[in-house]
């Protein structure tokens, strides 16, 4: 202990170049950019029309991400290409496309069916908060509600929590921006003792990623507002609670769960 949180590439990298001994700690989860590339490779490798993977992200640390060797499925990374939010919205700029005039389209299924806690993690304390919500017992609205009260959420770049858990107190602590990380490894090479820590490198999380469009610093409380009100009108809020998904692990992700959604960034460390 404690287990890192995994989904932030530039926060691997950055415990990869400075604490290596550290690996060893981070979760063997792919980021969600990565498995949702994976389940679709699968999916779709041996079907007559081909497919090319382009992940929209919010920072070009994921463009180094897809890079990667140990993503690597069938001889090559299942992300064809990644392109910023902002050289999105430049594209769409540049071409002329007027949102209003485009025919609105379902999402494919199974992959358009979506979770409130897969919607928060882009904000920090969201990748927590959807593990709180996932190995609390206590399934009830008020459960949900409480642990949102418990110290997950809020801008600031160190936040800590202890929370219930069975028997006993998890102590977790989630830090945005890399600084808040160096010291909070500082602290716990001195012997503080953590259970879970999710670290994103941006301060705030992903909605402040470098790839996204410049915002003033009240605008990052309100994308994480908005996410937390996406997340309010979501009818499910547990990872558990998507039917697709928990069916592939009978079909596309039989026996191959690890293979697919995990990696082992401990064997660069060794
Ligand atoms: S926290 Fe920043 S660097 Fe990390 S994945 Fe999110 S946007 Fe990218």
């Not at 990380?181 to 994103?200: C, N």
């Not at 309100?222 to 998507?242: F, H, I, V």
Request: proline fraction near 4%; aromatic fraction near 6%.
């Amino acid at each position: 202990m404690p287990l890192f949180t995994s989904c932030c590439p530039a926060w691997v990298q950055y415990c990869e170049k400075n604490h290596p001994e550290l690996l060893k700690n981070v979760s063997t989860c792919r980021s969600p950019m990565e498995m949702f590339a994976s389940v679709i490779h699968e999916e779709h490798k041996t079907s007559a029309r081909k497919h090319y993977h382009v992940a929209v992200m919010p920072c070009t640390a994921k463009k180094f991400e897809a890079t990667r060797e140990e993503y690597v499925l069938d001889g090559k990374n299942p992300v064809d290409a990644v392109i910023t939010t902002q050289e999105l919205i430049q594209m769409i700029k540049e071409s002329g496309i007027i949102f209003s005039e485009i025919e609105p389209e379902a999402v494919d299924m199974p992959f358009g069916a979506s979770t409130g806690a897969g919607v928060i993690f882009g904000v920090t304390g969201g990748v927590t908060e959807a593990v709180l919500r996932r190995v609390s017992s206590d399934k009830s609205k008020t459960a949900l509600a409480a642990i949102s009260y418990h110290g997950v959420r809020g801008m600031e770049g160190i936040k800590e929590a202890v929370i219930p858990y069975g028997d006993r107190q998890l102590k977790i602590a989630i830090v945005s921006g890399l600084g808040n990380a160096s010291a909070l490894i500082e602290k716990i090479k001195s012997g503080v003792h953590y259970d879970f820590v999710e670290v994103m490198a941006c301060p705030g999380g992903c909605i402040n990623g470098a790839g996204q469009p410049f915002v003033a610093p009240d605008g990052k409380v309100q994308r994480g507002d908005g996410l937390y009100a996406a997340d309010k009108m979501c009818s499910t809020k547990r990872s558990e609670e998507n039917m697709l998904v928990m069916e592939m692990y009978n079909g596309v992700l039989k026996n191959r769960v690890h293979e697919l959604l995990h990696t082992d960034y401990a064997r660069r460390g060794e």
